[in-house]
Nanobody, 119 residues
Framework: QVQLVESGGGLVQAGGSLRLSCAAS????????MAWYRQAPGKLRESVAA???????NYADSVKGRFTISRDNAKNTVWLQMDSLKPEDTAVYYC?????????????WGQGTQVTVSS
């Protein structure tokens, strides 16, 4: 079984920074993509940023220039550095990963971590 565990959420004032972490564990052979999504109250879950095992990245337009995604393949960990945070960034942030494990190639989600940005 594979688990994704996020950490690093919290309350921050507008203009501040937070760094989210997501660590994958279990019977992992390899991880293809790792990504961050978020879901604000009353809204659909949306993609924030993604990174391939080769380091290629993409970002939602709303976070370009403010958020940075990075990963350590050896540690099966992905981070999301969030700078210049805005109240509209308030959401539950979820980690998502495409994992090849002992049971095959599957996509997993973490449990989510709350990010609240006060104005």
């Amino acid at each position: 079984q594979v688990q994704l565990v996020e950490s690093g959420g919290g309350l921050v004032q507008a203009g501040g920074s937070l760094r989210l972490s997501c660590a994958a564990s279990g019977s992992i052979h390899s991880i293809n993509f790792m990504a961050w999504y978020r879901q604000a109250p009353g809204k659909l879950r949306e993609s924030v940023a993604a990174i391939t095992n080769g380091g290629d990245t993409n970002y939602a337009d709303s976070v370009k220039g403010r958020f940075t995604i990075s990963r350590d393949n050896a540690k099966n960990t992905v981070w999301l550095q969030m700078d210049s945070l805005k109240p509209e960034d308030t959401a539950v942030y979820y980690c998502r990963a495409g994992v090849m494990s002992s049971i095959g190639n599957m996509v997993y989600w973490g449990q989510g971590t709350q990010v609240t940005v006060s104005s």
